[in-house]
């Protein structure tokens, strides 16, 4: 199933499911939750070559505002570090491994999860 919207889509695949219902489930916000990341997915054309596209710098403080006004909405603290992953994270969307992962290879780990949600 595809979702009808960018937003939609783009939970789906990083939940790594065909099914949206499911997708919320394991990559959405649920009851339960102390941290969640806030992604902005731009409208851009991205060109018809391969790497024949360059995030402008510009774009990680353009959505700022925002960002900052749903913070405050729902009574929120932004945490100024980087996401990282962790192995209740990769059960959660559904990956689960028999073998302790170092997190650079928990990142790949999500990144194949995802990359593989078609094909399951």
Do not use: C
């Not at 960018?6 to 789906?12: G, I, Q, S, T, Y």
């Not at 990559?27 to 102390?34: F, M, R």
């Not at 851009?44 to 006004?69: C, K, L, M, T, V």
Request: glycine share 8%; proline share 6%; no cysteine.
């Amino acid at each position: 199933m595809i979702a009808k919207t960018p937003d939609a889509e783009f939970l789906r695949i990083i939940a790594g499911t065909h099914q949206i219902n499911k997708a919320f489930e394991r990559a959405g916000l649920t009851v339960g939750d102390e941290n969640a990341w806030i992604i902005s997915l731009p409208d851009w054309q991205i060109g018809d070559g391969f790497g024949d596209f360059e995030i402008p710098r510009s774009s990680y403080n353009d959505s700022n505002a925002d960002a900052i006004r749903l913070i405050e909405h729902i009574g929120a603290t932004l945490i100024p570090r980087r996401p990282f992953p962790t192995k209740s994270g990769l059960n959660r969307i559904g990956a689960e491994y028999s073998i302790d992962l170092k997190p650079a290879m928990m990142e790949s780990a999500f990144l194949s999860h995802a990359a593989l949600s078609d094909l399951r």
